[in-house]
């Protein structure tokens, strides 16, 4: 007599179940790089521009190189933010980065209108003028940004990822062809 449920469409679905847990093991950290774009500030006609690393789950700031410059004449010059050599602070909504070059150190705040995220996209710079937008100071003098975004691509799936995702998939409707079921 044929049961209700047959045992190999159960062992079929425990399989499918299997190749779908093992797909959803997550990837190692998600280190994106953010890329400045049009970033200005105002009083000065300056600048910045560059890259850094950053995975918004751990909090993780990971490599740097982030230029100001300073077009004006008679203003400080601009400064060179880079990985190893700038004391930093981070939450996934600003990043805060200081020059250790004692007195002509420079401070260079970058506060987002909405929080970095592991899915990449444009985000804008805070631009209100608070006290905690984005803003560059040097030498006492306070320039808030007039303009900026920070875009990223967001996290792809590993190749090897989806080779065993489609291949299992594929195991699986073979086999259920083949019993039947």
């Not at 300056?46 to 077009?71: K, P, R």
């Not at 070059?101 to 987002?112: C, V």
């Not at 805070?126 to 905690?132: I, P, T, V, W, Y």
Request: hydrophobic fraction near 40%; charge should be negative; glycine fraction near 10%.
């Amino acid at each position: 007599m044929r049961s209700f449920f047959p045992i190999k469409a159960l062992q079929a679905i425990v399989l499918a179940g299997l190749a779908t847990a093992i797909c959803q093991i997550p990837a190692a950290a998600a280190n994106l790089t953010w890329t400045v774009n049009d970033a200005a500030f105002g009083h000065t006609s300056g600048t910045l521009s560059g890259t850094f690393d950053y995975d918004a789950d751990t909090q993780t700031l990971g490599n740097f190189n982030l230029v100001t410059t300073v077009t004006e004449a008679g203003q400080p010059s601009g400064f060179t933010y880079v990985t190893g050599d700038t004391a930093f602070a981070i939450t996934n909504s600003s990043l805060d980065f200081l020059t250790p070059n004692g007195a002509n150190s420079a401070f260079l705040l970058l506060d987002f209108a909405t929080s970095l995220t592991d899915a990449g996209g444009t985000v804008n710079l805070d631009l209100s003028g608070s006290e905690e937008s984005s803003t560059f100071s040097s030498s006492g003098y306070l320039r808030g940004f007039t303009s900026g975004t920070v875009s990223a691509n967001g996290v792809t799936p590993e190749p090897g990822t989806m080779a065993l995702t489609f291949g299992s998939l594929a195991a699986v409707v073979s086999l259920v062809r083949r019993r039947g079921l």
